[in-house]
C-alpha cells in the first residue's frame, strides 16, 4: 500500500442473491487527481461507490481510502469525504438553506452560514436559497447536490453524474469550479460519468469497468490508442456492445 493512492481497492466481491455484482474487482486510485470510474449500465460502478462510501458491505474484499481501512474504520474517514448525486434526493419540504444547515451540523462545520453563502454564490443558487427542494428543477437540484458535497471541502470527493440535467454552459462553469476547487486544495476526485467529452477534460486516470470487473485502465490517450478510436466515446461504446454481444450469445 502507498501513500499515493487516495483509493485502494482489492479483490472485492459483492453479490446481492445470486446475482453477482462486483466480481473480484482491484484498482487503485492516486491522490490529488480526477479518476474516472467508467462502464455501461450494470457494470457495477453504482455498486461500488456505494462500498466505498460504506453504505454497502462488500461480501469479501478489502478497501483502503487516504490510508485507512474504510471496513474497519469508517468513521476516521466520512468527514474527510462526500458524495454527490442528482439521483439522491434531499427533504423535499426543506429550502436550500435548511438542507445544508442540517449537512452542516451533521460535518460540525464552523462559519457554516458563510460557508453556504460562498458556495451558493459559486453554484449561482443565491437567489434559490430559501426555496423548498421540492420545488426545483432538476439541473438546480444537480448544484445543490454538488454544494451538499463540497461544504466540508473534502479530500475526496465521489461523483456521480455531476453535471447531469445542466444546460451546457452552466455545465462547463461547475467543471471549472470542480478543477479550481481541486488545484486550491489537492483534493482527490473519483468521476462516473456517461459524458465522455467531460471525462477527457477532467480525468487524469480513467478505471473502465464491465460486469463487475475492470476491463482496462490508463489514461484517456491511452485508452483511444489501445482501442484504435478517435475518442473516449468510441471507446466506451466498444466496451458496451462487447458486453451486450456476450450476453446475446449466452
Known sequence: MSGDFVIEVSGLYKYFDQVQAVNNLSFRA??????????GNGAGKTTTIAMLLGLLVPSQGQIRILGEDML?????????????SPY???????TIRQNLTVYGHLYRLPKLRHRIEELADALNLS?????????????QKTRVSLAKALLNEPELLL??????????????SIRSYLEQYQARTGASILLASHNMSEVERMAS????MRQGQVVHTGTP?????????????????DIAR?????????
Open 159 to 172: 461523483m456521480d453524474e455531476p453535471t447531469a440535467s445542466l444546460d451546457p454552459d452552466t455545465a462547463d
Open 221 to 237: 490517450a491511452a485508452l483511444i490508442s489501445a482501442y484504435g478510436r478517435s475518442s473516449l466515446e468510441e471507446v466506451f461504446i
Open 72 to 84: 474497519q474504520h469508517r468513521y476516521r474517514l466520512l468527514h474527510r469525504m462526500n458524495f454527490s
Open 30 to 39: 492516486r491522490r490529488g487527481v480526477t479518476t474516472a470510474l467508467l462502464g
Open 127 to 139: 437567489s434559490l436559497l430559501d426555496r423548498k427542494y421540492g420545488q426545483l428543477s432538476a439541473g
Open 205 to 208: 486516470d480513467v478505471i473502465m
Open 242 to 250: 462487447h458486453n451486450s454481444h456476450n450476453q446475446e450469445q449466452a
Open 88 to 94: 439522491v434526493d434531499l427533504p423535499q419540504r426543506l
